[in-house]
């Protein structure tokens, strides 16, 4: 177990934390205190200057898909390190180019397109022009179990047709969301998991419906936004499905481990950061004639975060490591675990530093609010706890059969 | 320790749950479903008609200001059960002209105010023609310890003169807010608990600058609001302060002992309801082959909430009841476990019927985001969990003294 | 629902708390720092002549039977608060013949008992003579399903022989224990809840073979124990079957639900109790220059255990209001949820106060390391956690049908 | 972060598991099921031969004193992978050489002991021919803080003078125990950390009176035991000091250190052996017509205790690391970190694998109840979470400064 991150990866680590530091968190704190509003009419999010200008100069500076390891050549040990520095902020995984559902959608690009589909849609994503989201989630069934996905996808000749209604699809209220990735039933009569297929829909298609953003708790997580949106009749050419009908859920399975490490290094910044505010909030606020955190219990918080930090980022390093070692049919267990782990911790740190700032906490002037709910988002999203739980459970009782 | 409810509440009981489950539920399932969007331009904000009408049907029918035992005949005891029905709904405590802070003020009003306060004010706020905001809490310091306050009170002739920022004015985006009830310091020199007054202020009045509705998670808890307001030299007449000057703290206390049993009652309903949803969603949706509520150990969960909101509910009928026997000097420890039992008890149940809907459950789709919320702020609002804790320990541990 | 105790009572909790407080304490306190040892060695576990004196003075002063409504007149509610008084000291119940299992047992005969039952046991166990066991739980199977019972009773002519394994009879290890109560398999074809039968049985019986005495956590809970029992081939009369064979799911039924209101206001009592111990430990013991009270989030397990401690008396008082105004049969939820909501709080807060009193609280210098395994205990003892949150969901759910 | 143990300690990877799954836990097995007892009278407990016969195997096949880096050549992170094996049985680390205190009190002479020292005790301790205790804790005084501890320690001419009363000496009941090592307060004007003292004391010294044994939970440990011990008048040789007068609190802290992560990995054994128990017993026992394991959450309690036990793994490899590659003064907060960490998580495991055992898990029938024993006394000794939360608070805030 050697969890140490390559030089090359310390080199990426010390530039990062600059970066995050001294140029993505002032503007986040210059766009919190703006008050500028992005409510459900998502068609007129703009996109902001400061950040495209850093984007701009990630970039520049090679600090750009560093996700990738084909590109990178990063492990997904040294990888990690670096997404926890993006969970810093909110505002950095974009910046990075490396934010969630595209890079999931172009490692799967990368892993499973053709030729075509690489030019046509994997190298704008690269770039950084365009922007996609993963339509997977089905409102009518309950989607942890994906067997249950309903949306339908019917080839006629050379095109494919595509029915259904999708939400939940992280991104696609950003300005820039050009692709779509469309997972649904295309081979009702075969083995359970071998029923399903991804096809690759231009946002543009005749057919293709937004219907509307949804709010986390009233928030729309702009310019991202999670989108519901009906396919009605879609037609796009068969080139169009990713590595042949029927291999969606091969397809799903190889993109969701190495994403659920990214995320899940994301809430141990997140956490990292929450942490990091509680205690300047705590030093600096005064009440009955002390700082708060030398009132109560406040000072036990710090150490208790402390520790679970500690452990849920211990544990996804272990699980970045199996993936380089072992590959994910060894980590799979692993791989859940911190999917519960890590939101889990997160999310309470999260809440401990919100009420460490009493009501400014729940408002727009810290990001606290915002990755709040990030943190409990992803108690359901890619898997909700439950699921997760259950497959940590049953790999633990193979052990004993 | 007689908890039961008078047979006048019991018709209550009958007549408002019916009011709640047959007229309120089906219009806010309207509501939700029609996603019109309440974001930060708080002053477009429409009132709907349907809760118009909906007021007028209470009001006719006799279910209005129940809140008041002055009025109403009604003890603390009798209204808890009440309070508890209007929790089902975020909507129904208008409806019942029986939402915080309208019902604290009026309180307030009926027991400090003059003939002449009660005449301008009192008697619109208890027809439900305006609504009224309680400006307390300020942004600069921690006012979990009101003597941190520092907003001003300067006397100047027969006028007073008012200055400060406040925040967290609940109801002070309602377009029929008028009222604002001022906190400030108004005698300096004087013992701790006499230097604050409390002044009666036209939204009107020049020099009263609203600045912002804050959110909470991303949420504006419209039409109600959370409001962040200028005072900048602000003149009304003497005759606006209420009681006299250096009577802030006095009033202040009076009025937050019913006010806390009312918020936690609601929150009694508000667990009620969250754990119907999350059983009939648990009955419904089906995964892997079965119902929710056979997976995992969700039947536990009901259970524990089942138990939980038992005894929950049983903690604040006997503060209630105390309030109704001995008065609030008698329940000072009661009021404050409620007030850290009922909010911790209620989030975590709604958190967990929001697990129970998947995404759904964070969205608009359901009252559940709007309800957690609503548990969120109780933690913090009307003084943060760590002050109530302490207010328990403090009368605990006297008994050693 | 009303839950004060009637003023008959009111003396009774006078005079109790008195009682325990001045003469069972400090005899606690004396037998403690005797350190005498009760082990394995059940055979020779002595009776300690101060206990034997108090129960002279309680039975002489009528502190004496008062479970049992049919002699103290008391009603369940008012019998609750007398229980939480007994539940101050380990040594409590059985001074005021109120402890298990020899309340369910009298209660049991008097219920079902035949006259010549009565007699012959009845009689002794009100005076004190003799104590009991009941004989249910089995080694070989899941007990918490009481239809795995495998011990078996067959009918011999006017005889029933009894064979099987029994253990958990607490009190079996008593110098004065002279009558079990037997629960086997009788009526094997019948409905499931009608195969068992209760058989009375002399210890001294041939074939009843005591083999031990079972400790929990090391500790043998003297002069009561925990005995593991072999019924060999063990005849009796048929006239020592309890209200006919059959019957035992139907009387087992009727004994349980006071026996857990009793054992929940115990807890209550306990937890009262370990709180004043932890109280008084942290205010007397120094460490870093300032009492433990002050230290770390102290006061914050003050607080949390006053408000725990309110809500489970509260949930108890409310499930002896049921079972005297709508019996059992409208209190099964609310039994099984104070078995489980009383022993889970008791057994925090107990531990709570180990830890305030250091490696102390561990040993046998205070009552908590004793008090603690009660409350564990309980969490199994009459049905386990599991099975109790089961009837509650069951209960809960059937709302829906 | 490189925590993978060293080939060579691979091999004793292996063959430890293999001794402790083949010998041990067949002799624990064996020696639990004879139900013997070890009662207060600690004077007559005997040697078990069948564990003299162990120690002798393991001795002879090398597997022995592995805890001491200047022996065996392992390095901290090597050892921390044995020491989880020795945590399987709680009759392991004896056998090994490798239990404390005696492990503490070996390094410490290693380190710190004269050459007379070191021949006079140090090699009959790592013979395994004597034992020793470590007599620190005072009754009197919070030993939580070490500042505190009164014990007095007089130089009078070649000779000091010992007084004082110690108790949870560990160790102290085994009638191998031979050297005992007195803390006290020696130079009391100096600095507050070079006030106090080592001393080695033979426990046949006169003036050495050893009291009692100190149950925990009634159980004693044996043959170990944890000893109370009056120091009155006790004269040993100026030489018996260790290190010289006043270095006691040096001398302290280096021990400490190694001795914790022994502590915290025996614990991840623990809650291994805990969690396997927990399973084959849901696997086997049936209630309900379902396996327990198939009931309720307790598939979830697998996975929960999986990711925990991960967790805490990973936390104590880091601390073995952080000695092994920048010594004590670089893991302060770490070893507090996992001192905190490993307890509370097995034992809460422990725990629901005695709840998954019913009655049984609490009885001697299996060794859960000992090992709930042991993780619950470890909240305690060597520094209450309390203190140890402190310092990882006071170290994350140092940060800050």
């Known amino acids: 177990m050697d969890f140490q991150h390559s030089t ?5 680590v010390k530039r990062m934390t600059q970066f995050v530091r001294e140029r993505i968190l002032p503007v986040e704190e210059a766009i919190l205190s703006e008050k500028k509003e992005y409510g ?40 990690a390190v670096l997404a926890e520095i993006t969970g810093l902020s909110l505002l950095a995984p974009e910046i990075f180019n490396c934010n969630a559902p595209d890079t999931g959608n172009m490692e ?11 030019q046509q849609w994997l190298e704008p994503l690269l770039e950084g022009r365009i922007r996609s989201a993963f339509c997977m989630t089905e409102p009518e069934v309950a989607s942890s179990d994906p067997t249950n996905l309903r949306a339908t996808i019917v080839q006629d000749g050379d095109h494919v047709v595509l029915n259904g209604r ?11 969301c050009k692709l779509l990735i469309f997972m ?16 690759l829909v231009d946002v543009a298609t005749p057919g293709v419906h ?37 291999r969606g859920f091969e397809i799903a399975q190889g993109r969701l481990g190495p994403g659920r490490v990214h995320h899940c290094m994301r809430l141990v910044g997140a956490a990292e950061r929450a942490l990091e505010l509680l205690i ?8 009955f004639g002390k700082p708060l955190l030398q009132l109560n219990g406040n000072r036990d918080l710090v150490a208790q975060a402390r520790m679970d930090i500690e452990m849920i980022r211990l544990l996804v390093l272990k699980t970045a490591w199996l993936l380089d070692t072992v590959g994910i049919m060894g980590a799979l267990s692993e791989v859940s675990q911190i999917k519960v782990a890590c939101p889990t911790v997160a999310a309470r740190i999260i809440d401990q530093a919100i009420q460490m700032h009493g009501g400014e906490g729940l408002s727009d002037n810290t990001p606290l ?14 898997g909700p706890d439950e699921v997760h739980r259950g497959v940590v459970a049953s790999r633990e009782l193979k052990k004993y059969e």
């Open 280 to 287: 300047q909030r705590g030093k600096s606020r005064n009440a």
């Open 210 to 246: 937004i219907e509307r953003m949804l709010p986390v708790f009233g928030a729309y997580d702009a310019p991202y936004g999670h989108g519901q949106v009906m396919f009605d009749q879609v037609r796009v050419p068969v080139a169009n499905v990713i590595g042949g009908l029927g």
């Open 184 to 199: 649904g039933l295309s081979n009702p009569t075969a083995h359970k998991y071998l029923q399903h297929s991804m096809v």
């Open 369 to 382: 609010a915002a990755m709040y709910a990030y943190a409990r988002i992803l108690r359901l999203a890619d």
């Open 108 to 118: 799967l690009l990368w892993k499973y397109g053709s030729e075509a589909q690489k």
């Open 40 to 79: 459900a009419d998502w068609k007129n999010w703009p996109l902001d200057e400061r950040l495209e200008a850093l984007k701009q100069q990630a970039k520049a500076e090679g600090l750009w898909n560093l996700f990738l390891p084909e590109i990178s050549g990063l492990s997904h040990t040294d990888y």
């Open 166 to 176: 999708k939400w939940w699809s992280t991104g696609l209220g950003h300005p820039n």
């Open 8 to 12: 090359i990866a310390e080199g990426y």
